[in-house]
């Protein structure tokens, strides 16, 4: 049986290798956004209510080339950005791209996540994402990343769905078959795969599969051999998923891709058949979505919290006219009157909202906004709020500003 050591050895190898993921450096920001990287933004999913303070410390937990770690760094200014990997490879392509866009709030150390407790201090924010899967011990690795999460703070974790990878993990069997023992030669086991997938023909699931989901991306050898040859891997089901957040002794907030775990999304035109489904538990509807839609199921991507954490009900119209509106940090094509959220809806707005978002800035609350601006109404206010386009603090209290 191999060893948690060689395991960890054998992952650290592929990576010093094939340093992931393989996306090209550039001398100014990042482009685009990803919400779950924006503190607010993800603080907001979990809670309902804009931050009270910006200043966080946040942990890129296995950032890999730091491509996390540099949207991490770019859309928290006011953050420190600690980011460690196993591998010395790419952590040096990590640290050039951050130098390279100007990442100023980042630092890089070469550790193992099982030892983040050296680091000496906790964090407001984790991102872990593509990393516990990999981990002789996920148990181990997410119980680490829990007892340096600060109460209150949250836990963005991306672990592997195994329906959806079926038939990756053939694939994986029938490489590590052709390679024999020699399978820390990872270069010879992306060329065998690659004659495999020629070989194949046309029609064959595996050869399909990748063809319609994985292909461009595995034009790059890095790519390849991160998903065909990599030397450890553990796939989860729904079950064995919240085993894992079981044993991490956190809080489930929710999925962030939430609109995948929606019932309606798949029995919505059978009313009694949705209604039987709802009176299951959560778990239970869960399990059902997962089963009936295991090709979906390549992933798993939520958020964990350390309590306290405090939810913001927005239900009253005396609450939000109080609160303080903050433009949502990831629009795309902002400013305009046709902008994307954070979903990648297409939101077109008349010139009364783009007012109004152009004025939620923290500075004043939706009330004076509103007595300001007459053309717009509650109603508007609360539709901005659900199409995710602005986040509310709470009144009454000294709110952070960008």
């Given at each position: 049986?191999?060893?948690?050591?060689?395991?960890?050895?054998?992952v650290?190898?592929?990576?010093?290798?094939?340093?992931?993921?393989?996306?090209?450096?550039?001398?100014?920001?990042?482009?685009?956004?990803?919400?779950?990287?924006?503190?607010?933004?993800?603080?907001?999913?979990?809670?309902?209510r804009?931050?009270?303070?910006?200043?966080?410390?946040i942990?890129?937990?296995?950032?890999?080339?730091?491509?996390?770690?540099?949207?991490?760094?770019?859309?928290?200014?006011?953050?420190?950005?600690?980011?460690?990997?196993?591998?010395?490879?790419?952590?040096?392509?990590?640290?050039?791209?951050?130098?390279?866009?100007?990442?100023?709030?980042?630092?890089?150390?070469?550790?193992?996540?099982?030892?983040?407790?050296?680091?000496?201090?906790?964090?407001?924010?984790?991102?872990?994402?593509?990393?516990?899967?990999?981990?002789?011990?996920?148990?181990?690795?997410?119980?680490?990343?829990a007892?340096?999460?600060?109460?209150?703070?949250?836990l963005?974790?991306?672990?592997?769905?195994?329906?959806?990878?079926?038939e990756?993990?053939?694939?994986?069997?029938?490489?590590?078959?052709?390679?024999?023992?020699?399978?820390?030669?990872?270069?010879?086991?992306?060329?065998?795969g690659?004659?495999?997938?020629a070989?194949?023909?046309?029609?064959n699931?595996?050869?399909?599969?990748?063809?319609e989901?994985?292909?461009?991306?595995?034009?790059?050898?890095?790519?390849?051999?991160?998903?065909?040859?990599?030397?450890?891997?553990?796939?989860?089901?729904?079950?064995?998923?919240?085993?894992?957040?079981?044993?991490?002794g956190?809080?489930?907030?929710?999925?962030?891709n939430?609109?995948?775990?929606?019932?309606?999304?798949?029995?919505?035109?059978?009313?009694?058949?949705?209604?039987?489904?709802?009176?299951?538990?959560?778990?239970?509807?869960?399990?059902?979505?997962?089963a009936?839609?295991?090709?979906?199921?390549?992933?798993?991507?939520?958020?964990?919290?350390?309590?306290?954490?405090?939810?913001?009900?927005?239900?009253?119209?005396?609450?939000?006219?109080?609160?303080i509106?903050?433009?949502?940090?990831?629009?795309?094509?902002?400013?305009?009157?046709?902008?994307f959220?954070?979903?990648?809806?297409?939101i077109?707005?008349?010139?009364?909202?783009?007012?109004?978002?152009?004025?939620?800035?923290?500075?004043?609350?939706?009330?004076?906004?509103?007595?300001?601006?007459?053309?717009?109404?509650?109603?508007?206010?609360?539709?901005?709020?659900?199409?995710?386009?602005?986040?509310?603090?709470p009144?009454?209290?000294?709110?952070p500003?960008?």
């Amino acid at each position: 049986m191999t060893s948690a050591a060689e395991i960890t050895a054998a992952v650290r190898q592929l990576y010093n290798t094939y340093p992931f993921p393989p996306e090209p450096i550039l001398d100014e920001p990042p482009p685009g956004y990803n919400w779950r990287w924006s503190w607010p933004a993800a603080y907001s999913f979990c809670t309902g209510r804009y931050p009270s303070r910006l200043d966080v410390a946040i942990l890129d937990a296995g950032c890999g080339t730091g491509v996390g770690t540099e949207y991490l760094a770019h859309l928290n200014p006011h953050a420190q950005v600690m980011a460690i990997d196993l591998s010395e490879g790419a952590l040096e392509i990590a640290q050039e791209r951050c130098r390279r866009s100007r990442a100023h709030n980042v630092q890089f150390q070469h550790r193992s996540l099982y030892d983040v407790a050296h680091l000496g201090q906790t964090f407001d924010m984790i991102n872990c994402v593509g990393v516990l899967h990999h981990l002789p011990d996920p148990a181990r690795g997410i119980q680490a990343l829990a007892n340096v999460l600060a109460p209150g703070g949250i836990l963005h974790v991306f672990v592997y769905g195994e329906l959806g990878r079926w038939e990756i993990k053939l694939m994986q069997r029938a490489i590590a078959l052709l390679q024999g023992s020699d399978r820390s030669n990872y270069p010879q086991g992306v060329a065998i795969g690659r004659q495999i997938f020629a070989a194949l023909p046309e029609g064959n699931r595996l050869k399909k599969r990748e063809q319609e989901r994985w292909s461009l991306d595995n034009q790059r050898d890095e790519c390849f051999a991160d998903m065909y040859v990599h030397p450890q891997e553990i796939d989860y089901t729904i079950a064995s998923l919240f085993e894992l957040i079981a044993a991490s002794g956190l809080e489930f907030v929710g999925f962030s891709n939430p609109r995948l775990w929606q019932l309606e999304r798949l029995l919505g035109t059978q009313p009694d058949l949705l209604a039987r489904a709802q009176h299951l538990s959560p778990l239970e509807q869960y399990q059902l979505i997962e089963a009936l839609d295991p090709e979906a199921m390549t992933h798993y991507e939520f958020f964990l919290a350390k309590p306290p954490l405090v939810r913001q009900d927005w239900s009253a119209d005396a609450q939000v006219l109080a609160a303080i509106p903050y433009r949502h940090p990831c629009l795309d094509g902002w400013p305009g009157g046709c902008v994307f959220n954070c979903h990648y809806d297409v939101i077109y707005l008349n010139a009364a909202e783009q007012q109004f978002l152009a004025a939620a800035n923290g500075q004043a609350t939706v009330a004076d906004l509103l007595a300001q601006q007459p053309e717009v109404s509650l109603e508007q206010v609360r539709s901005l709020l659900e199409q995710q386009l602005i986040l509310l603090a709470p009144g009454g209290a000294s709110w952070p500003t960008y």
